[in-house]
């Protein structure tokens, strides 16, 4: 009688699994299905006058992100930056500037104020976006996503000062990175960015 009772249990057991099964209480997840692969595209920001702005509103573009800062002697970089986007913007080129005042105090400015210095001395007309931290414990979790080895083996490793230039495809994925003192008209730079938009795909 014990033996027909646990038989009885048993199967008790197995059809109250395949019920939730079946009503969808249990998911059970194909082996087949791959890990999504992270990009930019997962973040939201916001820009210079406070808008928030998803990144996924650039996927189909290859985009360089640089932290940028008012009063360091790389700010001339904005002159050139600017001459980058106006060379490659209509073939599907941008170029996202991330104030940080990460570096000896060196973007101390309220937005309006970055705003208005960026368009009056550089005639910046790229998108610009709030200040944010990068690096640090209130790094932003873009510039996690950006320095971690995991999310981005290969580009990995903290930001050591302002103007570092972060390059991605046309899927999000960043193929190249670029310390603070490479000018934008460097041709290893030139060369990234007019590969990156000739591949169809985005890929390096």
């Not at 939730?20 to 916001?46: L, Q």
């Not at 105090?105 to 970055?114: A, L």
């Not at 050591?160 to 730079?189: C, I, Q, Y």
Request: net charge neutral; hydrophobic share 35%; glycine share 8%.
């Amino acid at each position: 009688m014990l033996k027909i009772c646990t038989v009885l249990a048993v199967f008790a057991a197995a059809g109250v699994v395949a019920a939730a099964y079946a009503y969808g209480f249990i998911f059970n997840p194909s082996p087949a299905d791959p890990p999504k692969e992270r990009t930019m595209y997962e973040f939201e920001m916001k820009d210079i006058e406070g808008n928030p702005v998803k990144l996924d509103a650039y996927e189909g573009k290859v985009v360089m992100i640089v932290n940028t800062a008012s009063k360091c002697g790389l700010t001339p970089q904005y002159e050139g930056l600017q001459a980058l986007y106006d060379k490659y913007k209509d073939k599907g080129f941008v170029i996202l500037g991330f104030p940080a005042n990460n570096f000896m105090g060196q973007e101390p400015g309220t937005e309006k104020e970055i705003k208005e210095f960026c368009t009056l001395k550089y005639n910046v007309s790229f998108p610009m976006f709030s200040k944010i931290s990068v690096k640090g414990t209130d790094q932003h979790p873009l510039y996690t996503y950006l320095t971690n080895k995991e999310s981005n083996p290969g580009f990995d490793g903290d930001i050591s000062w302002n103007f570092e230039k972060f390059l991605a495809d046309k899927n999000g994925k960043v193929v190249a990175r670029f310390s603070p003192k490479t000018l934008p008209d460097d041709p290893h730079m030139v060369h990234a960015i007019e590969k990156a938009l000739a591949n169809g795909n985005g890929g390096n």
